[in-house]
Antibody
Framework: EVQLVQSGSEVKKPGESLKISCKGS????????IAWVRQMPGKGLEWVGT????????RYSPSFQGQVTISADKSISTAYLQWSSLKASDTAIYYC??????????WGQGTLVTVSS | QLVLTQSPSASASLGASVKLTCTLT???????IAWHQQQPEKGPRFLMR???????NKGDGIPDRFSGSSSGAERFLTISSLQSEDEADYYC?????????FGGGTKLTVL
């Protein structure tokens, strides 16, 4: 069974750093893209970026370029999304999802990130 | 530039059928898409891959009530025998020049 299991909710202050994770199982982790998707409260789905774990080829949405870093450790089948300096506007649910072009097919359960002073 | 366009809202009665539309920009009518469902307070769920010829492959455990079809640049999701749990946001999605794209979503209300 394909599963993507994400790390738990986080509450942070503005300016703090954060790294959230997404562990894949049930399929060869290196053979599919992993995408990160943001959903702000009451809003739609926004693509943040994608990584191909086999070679760490990474793409970013222009809206998120320079704001976040996506990485992966294929030895433990885990992808990461990190911030060096959080802002209140980063408050959202972040989903990882497997990409099998042209579809995104298996979604993680989501990680709620709350940034508040 | 590829854009996926969806109506913001739709409604239909319990037990009826509804057809949701996702329109691809001109010149992209050969693209396959995916449909995703997001029930209130839940994460998204993959429903199906829908090809330009109307053939589709559904995700794990997706009921037969959900089907897809295509016409030109339009991609349709039809839900028959509507149930209360079908009240949700529905997003179309595809992949272009190495990046995934989403439509704005349609909020379906079951009356």
């Amino acid at each position: 069974e394909v599963q993507l299991v994400q790390s738990g909710s986080e509450v942070k202050k503005p300016g703090e750093s954060l790294k959230i994770s997404c562990k894949g199982s049930g399929y060869p982790f290196t053979t599919n893209w992993i995408a990160w998707v943001r959903q702000m409260p009451g809003k739609g789905l926004e693509w943040v970026g994608t990584i191909y774990p086999a070679d760490s080829d990474t793409r970013y949405s222009p809206s998120f370029q320079g704001q976040v870093t996506i990485s992966a450790d294929k030895s433990i089948s885990t992808a990461y999304l990190q911030w060096s300096s959080l802002k209140a506007s980063d408050t959202a649910i972040y989903y990882c999802v497997r990409g099998i072009i042209p579809c995104l097919d298996y979604w993680g359960q989501g990680t709620l990130v709350t940034v508040s002073s | 530039q590829l854009v996926l366009t969806q109506s913001p809202s739709a409604s239909a009665s319990l037990g009826a059928s509804v057809k949701l539309t996702c329109t691809l920009t001109s010149g992209h009518s050969s693209y396959a898409i995916a449909w995703h469902q997001q029930q209130p307070e839940k994460g998204p769920r993959f429903l199906m891959r829908l090809n330009s010829d109307g053939s589709h492959n559904k995700g794990d455990g997706i009921p037969d009530r959900f089907s897809g079809s295509s016409s030109g640049a339009e991609r349709f999701l039809t839900i028959s025998s509507l149930q209360s749990e079908d009240e949700a946001d529905y997003y179309c999605q595809t992949w272009d020049t190495g990046i995934p794209l989403f439509g704005g979503g349609t909020k379906l209300t079951v009356l």
